[in-house]
């Protein structure tokens, strides 16, 4: 009998379009030459303009890992070790900041956030004020284990006085939401493409102001790594720029089908694209409500994206993902941490996801 097809509605890696799936199986070819640079640029023109830095001080790159490689970029090529960043941290992937910073051997100053709850810009001034020595601070945009999204851009305004640069964590929202890395005076924003752009896993958009530069540029001794270097990155994408414009062999196949997924985001628009993804997120608040299943999060701080929710008195969450996935073939995140049998996460990050599939889950959920 054949199997049932499964609904993959996990916070990322989505769905992805057939046509974007379909650039895989196409013939593989060079990551340089003139057909290849044309194609590259145009990826990271489109890749600009959702970060919103068109023709702005910033550069823009496409690495070749997860999104944790960007992650890892921004604070490797930055800072050296022993030096500070104060991580703002209300969630899992906070935590996760801290352990990447702490492999880069850097001193770390946390700044405790409630796990559901806002991170304060005011409670990061006031440590930044006590550690003007920092060198940075970094949070994370969308906390992918609460769904809460945090003020980037409240606190970019008490980091941009300072000398620290401003790092960004938006895997999970970058595509998802309007961004404007400027106006948020954000330095280095760390993304992937397996969530809000509906591609593939496997690449890493970052981008780089020019206050970053400054950052990177200082002349030290450390010894990071080449692969992780932005400084690297930058010279392939200028001085091999009109034949050669990365450092690694890039995924081919995977950057081709990147670019159907940026291309139909084009044709939709962005504004439209994310106004679609509120939408979907209204939608599912509502129909979780009307199941008695209320939302982790406060409207007031919707995430578009991504929605969690509490499993109904007396059941754990991993029944409802475990009923989901067994009787409905719709696959959900469950919680994570501490919230591991306190909530499920429902992913709507998807290009493809439509109202039908919100509507699939509400009535699956209604019958628990
Ligand atoms: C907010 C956030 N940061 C970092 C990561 C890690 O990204 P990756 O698995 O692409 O390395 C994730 C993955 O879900 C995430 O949601």
Redesign the pocket.
């Known amino acids: 009998m054949e199997q049932a097809r499964m609904k993959l509605m996990i ?2 890696p989505v769905e992805v379009d057939p046509s974007v799936l379909a650039a895989l199986s196409e013939p593989v070819e060079p990551h340089y030459g003139d057909a290849w640079v044309k194609k590259y640029a145009r990826v990271i023109d489109i890749l600009k303009q959702v970060f919103n830095v068109a023709g702005k001080d910033y550069d823009v790159y496409l690495m070749v890992g ?4 960007a ?1 890892d970029a921004s604070m490797s090529s930055s800072l050296m070790a022993g030096e500070k960043i104060i991580i703002g941290n209300n969630g899992f ?1 906070g935590d ?1 900041l801290v352990e990447v910073a702490q492999n880069a051997g850097l001193k770390v100053v946390e700044v405790k956030g409630e796990w559901g709850k806002l991170l304060d810009p005011q409670a990061i001034k006031e440590v930044l004020d006590a550690n003007p020595d920092a060198k940075a601070v970094a949070v ?1 945009h ?3 284990s609460t769904t809460v999204l945090n003020p980037v851009k409240e606190i970019g305004a008490v980091v941009a006085p300072s000398d620290a640069i401003f790092l960004v ?1 938006a ?2 929202s970058f595509g998802g939401m309007p961004f404007d890395l400027e106006d948020w005076q954000v330095d280095i924003c760390a993304s ?1 493409t ?2 809000c752009l509906g591609a593939l ?1 496997g690449l ?1 958009p970052i981008a780089v102001s020019t206050k970053a530069w400054k950052t990177i540029d200082r002349s030290f001794d450390k010894g990071h790594s080449w692969y992780t270097n932005l400084q690297n990155w930058r010279k392939y994408g200028t001085e091999w720029a009109d034949w050669h414009p990365s450092p690694v062999t890039m995924p081919t196949n995977n950057v081709n089908a990147l670019l159907v997924a940026l291309e139909q985001l084009m044709d939709e628009g962005i504004e439209n694209r994310m106004q679609r993804y509120r939408s979907l997120a209204l939608r599912l608040r509502k129909g979780l409500r009307e199941a008695g299943m209320e939302p982790f999060t406060p409207d007031d701080i919707l995430n578009p994206v991504l929605t969690a929710a509490h499993a109904p008195v007396g059941h754990k969450s991993s029944e409802i993902t475990q009923y989901l996935l067994n009787e409905h073939h719709i696959q959900i995140g469950g919680g994570l941490g501490h919230l591991k049998d306190v909530v499920f996460r429902i992913g709507h990050m998807s290009p493809v996801v439509t109202d039908a599939d919100i509507d699939r889950v509400v009535t699956a959920l209604k019958a628990f």
């Open positions: 916070p990322g997860s999104g944790t490689c992650i992937f996760r994370v969308g906390e992918t964590d895997v999970s992937a397996q969530k896993p890493a």
